[in-house]
């Protein structure tokens, strides 16, 4: 199972970017995808899910909540995290994050930085 992230970098505040994480390995459509982000000297919180399932109900931090939306296509093995308005609190290096048969998977991670 492999999990790659994509999407990092520096942002102006205020600012937007999208975050993506291709899946291979495991059947992507059976799978509930989370995003989760670790500050510098802080420790890795969750951000957001997205079940499976036509409805691919949707959750979020409160941190985060009207700022970003995740969201899924099956057809490609993706998730995103779409941020908008971001803050220099959303620095973060951002993880990718799904379980399948009692094991938990991670992609490497992706930083992104908020800053002028």
């Known amino acids: 199972v492999r999990l790659v992230e994509s999407g990092g970098g520096l942002v102006q505040p205020g600012g937007s970017l999208t975050l993506s994480c291709v899946v291979s390995g495991l059947t992507f459509s059976s799978h509930g995808m989370t995003w989760f982000r670790q500050a510098p000297g802080e420790e890795r919180e969750w951000v957001s899910t997205?079940?499976?399932?036509?409805?691919?109900?949707?959750y979020y931090a409160d941190s985060v909540e009207g700022r970003f939306t995740i969201s899924r296509d099956d057809a490609k093995s993706t998730v995103s995290l779409q941020m908008n308005d971001l803050e220099p609190e959303d620095t973060a290096v951002y993880y990718c994050?799904?379980?399948?048969?009692?094991?938990?998977?991670w992609g490497q991670g992706t930083e992104v930085t908020v800053s002028s």
């Open positions: 997205i079940n499976t399932g036509a409805d691919g109900a949707t």
């Open positions: 994050h799904t379980q399948s048969r009692g094991r938990e998977y």
